[in-house]
């Protein structure tokens, strides 16, 4: 017993500068936002630190009117659904195509899986930046996609779907592939797939047992992948920016707005905190349907 707690209080030594420097440089930040939310508009930007308000989380839903009374104002919960509704269509986009992806994968030989993870992780090599211009630079009116579809007489006019929703999507999803490929695999790859051939053995078509045997075991991964897409998706900028532009106004545009032009920090501190609130309830729904789960699973 004693010899389990001196264990268990070195453990605690060796990991509490990481989880103080951790703790420190996520907390900090994200009190300060906190308070800047509550405090009033300074009349030339900033705030006024000495005055507390919950006007910028009335500001999420509602104007002021001449007389001073609340109208109720749904642009910015329209923003805010919108953003919701794009990082959901990029992460079912994402899954669509990185679960047969990793699942390929896992399949092969260890040699040719280290190959094609490599291959997987080649676009973190490259800016964003540079990603998102060869998208503007292929999905632009009589890009290259545009050229190569009039070429085969699939079409009689460019497409025109740049600065576009659909745009935005293809973007987020090309972004955050990696992100879905990589969390799936790992759980595809240490799955025991004899549970397969068992399943072979019993009558099981390859659908029936994909459904069955693959899919449950790989949930672990898939649920992962699914979090790891829609939490950095929720708050994109930069690729809503650049092939959406801005005619698709997001989360992360808007608070970057009230930051910058609008020089309204209490509003733009409200906004992230209520985009932080919305990404721990998915985590805290993650813990709380696989904490039970031997291994994460």
Same mark, same amino acid.
Not at 46 to 71: C, I, K, M
Not at 252 to 263: P, V, Y
């Given at each position: 017993?004693?010899?389990?707690?001196?264990?268990?209080?070195?453990?605690?030594?060796?990991?509490?500068?990481?989880?103080?420097?951790?703790?420190?440089?996520?907390?900090?930040?994200?009190?300060?936002?906190?308070?800047?939310?509550?405090?009033?508009?300074?009349?030339?930007?900033?705030?006024?630190?000495?005055?507390?308000?919950?006007?910028?989380?009335?500001?999420?839903?509602?104007?002021?009117?001449?007389?001073?009374?609340?109208?109720?104002?749904?642009?910015?919960?329209?923003?805010?659904? $919108? &953003?919701?509704?794009?990082? !959901? %269509?990029?992460?079912?986009?994402?899954? /669509? =195509? *990185? @679960?047969?992806?990793?699942?390929?994968?896992?399949?092969?030989?260890?040699?040719?899986?280290?190959?094609?993870?490599?291959?997987?992780?080649?676009?973190?090599?490259?800016?964003?930046?540079?990603?998102?211009?060869?998208?503007?630079?292929?999905?632009?009116?009589?890009?290259?996609?545009?050229?190569?579809?009039?070429?085969?007489?699939? $079409? &009689?006019?460019?497409?025109? !779907? %740049?600065?576009?929703?659909?745009?935005? /999507? =293809? *973007? @987020?999803?090309?972004?955050?592939?990696?992100?879905?490929?990589?969390?799936?695999?790992?759980?595809?790859?240490?799955?025991?797939?004899?549970?397969?051939?068992?399943?072979?053995?019993?009558?099981?078509?390859?659908?029936?047992?994909?459904?069955?045997?693959?899919?449950?075991?790989?949930?672990?991964?898939?649920?992962?992948?699914?979090?790891?897409?829609?939490?950095?998706?929720?708050?994109?900028?930069?690729?809503?920016?650049?092939? *959406?532009?801005?005619?698709?106004?997001?989360?992360?545009?808007?608070?970057?707005?009230?930051?910058?032009?609008?020089?309204?920090?209490?509003?733009?501190?409200?906004?992230?905190?209520?985009?932080?609130?919305?990404?721990?309830?998915?985590?805290?729904?993650?813990?709380?349907?696989?904490?039970?789960?031997?291994?994460?699973?």
């Amino acid at each position: 017993m004693a010899r389990q707690t001196g264990e268990s209080g070195r453990r605690a030594l060796l990991i509490a500068p990481s989880v103080l420097v951790i703790g420190f440089f996520m907390l900090v930040p994200v009190f300060i936002m906190a308070a800047i939310s509550f405090m009033e508009r300074g009349s030339g930007g900033g705030v006024n630190w000495n005055s507390f308000t919950t006007e910028p989380y009335l500001q999420f839903l509602f104007e002021r009117d001449l007389d001073d009374s609340l109208l109720l104002n749904t642009d910015y919960l329209q923003i805010f659904f $919108r &953003s919701i509704w794009l990082a !959901v %269509l990029t992460t079912l986009l994402t899954l /669509a =195509v *990185g @679960l047969p992806t990793a699942l390929y994968m896992a399949l092969q030989p260890e040699r040719r899986r280290n190959l094609l993870i490599f291959l997987v992780t080649i676009p973190f090599w490259t800016n964003l930046l540079v990603r998102n211009y060869a998208w503007i630079l292929l999905l632009r009116n009589n890009g290259l996609i545009d050229q190569v579809l009039i070429g085969l007489g699939l $079409r &009689s006019e460019p497409m025109g !779907v %740049l600065y576009s929703t659909f745009s935005i /999507a =293809v *973007g @987020l999803t090309y972004t955050f592939m990696p992100f879905m490929v990589l969390p799936v695999y790992a759980s595809l790859e240490k799955m025991d797939w004899r549970l397969v051939e068992a399943a072979y053995d019993l009558g099981a078509n390859r659908w029936r047992a994909l459904r069955r045997v693959v899919l449950p075991l790989a949930m672990p991964g898939i649920a992962a992948g699914c979090i790891l897409v829609f939490i950095p998706c929720l708050g994109a900028f930069v690729t809503p920016e650049l092939l *959406g532009g801005g005619k698709s106004l997001m989360i992360g545009n808007l608070i970057q707005s009230q930051f910058g032009a609008a020089r309204n920090w209490p509003f733009g501190a409200a906004l992230s905190m209520a985009l932080l609130v919305s990404v721990l309830l998915a985590m805290m729904l993650y813990l709380w349907r696989y904490r039970r789960a031997p291994g994460g699973a």
